[in-house]
Structure formats: structure tokens, C-alpha cells
């Protein structure tokens, strides 16, 4: 997702070839920038909207605590050698997963 949000024709021309359909249209691919939270609207009239409603009963209240370095830290430790294994796989650098 990186690399097809960084570089959208180049990673879209890649997924052809490994199809082994045409790439040529990946080259006139238009790539729209929009930002979808809360069907348009700025984040702080999103975050408004959600207090009204969380203030109504409609969105349950506050948000998810921060997770623990203790959580973290398992997560990596149970995921590292499966992202290892991906970056060798992909020929990326994914050490920022870690």
C-alpha cells in the first residue's frame, strides 16, 4: 500500500506485468488525491459531528487507550520474523513495521 500510494502508475504497471496483461494503461492512469473522512467534511467538523452523536448515545464514548509497550512489544516480537520473511519476499525495506 506504501508503494502504491507513493508511486500508483509504477506499482499499478508492476501488478500488470505480474498478471501478464498489458501495462500500457497503467501509464495514463489519472490519480485523484481526496480525503474520504467523514464524506468530505474538515476533521474538526468530523470530530463535531461524532461528539453530537456520542453526546445523543449514537457512538459509543472516548476513544481506544493507547496501546502498552508491553503489547507493542509481544506484537513485534510474534510478527518479526514474518515480516523479515515479507521483506526478503518483496525485496523491500519494511523495518518502519517494526
Sequence with gaps: MDRLTSEPKTSLASV????????????????????????GESSRQGEARERKQRDRGELPSGRYPPMSDSTRQRLREHFAAMNAELSQWLGQDLSHWQ
Design 16 to 39: 500488470f506485468n505480474f498478471l501478464g496483461v498489458d501495462d500500457a494503461p497503467a501509464a495514463r492512469i489519472e490519480v485523484a488525491t481526496s480525503n474520504t473522512f467523514g464524506g
